[in-house]
């Protein structure tokens, strides 16, 4: 069982930074892979980018270049740090964890980007 906690959305101007956290219960060494999706106001949700239990990491192109997923196994914790920010990212950001064959989601952290 895994339980997963987000915090750092908020409303931020567009060209702005936010840093999202997420941290797991238990070591996060065992998990797998963990990632960050959205799901945008009326849309499904998406993946925005995920980090494997090395460290690898792959990202959306909608985000390549401004966004940056990072993990620190002391604390159990992933980043996602988002720069540039545009109002076409404004969504409710889960932070996912793929453990013995199950993924678990986060409740969701809200960002909102103004033009």
């Known amino acids: 069982q895994v339980q997963l906690v987000e915090s750092g959305g908020g409303l931020v101007q567009a060209g702005g930074s936010l840093r999202l956290s997420c941290t797991a219960s238990?070591?996060?060494?065992?998990?797998?892979?963990m990632g960050w999706y959205r799901q945008p106001p009326g849309k499904q949700r998406e993946v925005v980018a995920g980090?494997?239990?090395?460290?690898?990491?792959n990202y959306a192109d909608s985000v390549k270049g401004r966004f940056t997923i990072s993990r620190d196994n002391a604390k159990n914790t992933v980043y996602l740090q988002m720069n540039r920010l545009k109002p076409e990212d404004t969504a409710v950001y889960y932070c996912?964890?793929?453990?013995?064959?199950?993924?678990?989601w986060g409740q969701g952290t809200q960002v909102i980007v103004s033009s």
């Open positions: 980090i494997t239990s090395g460290s690898n990491t």
């Open positions: 238990g070591s996060i060494l065992s998990i797998n892979a």
């Open positions: 996912s964890a793929d453990y013995i064959g199950r993924r678990y």
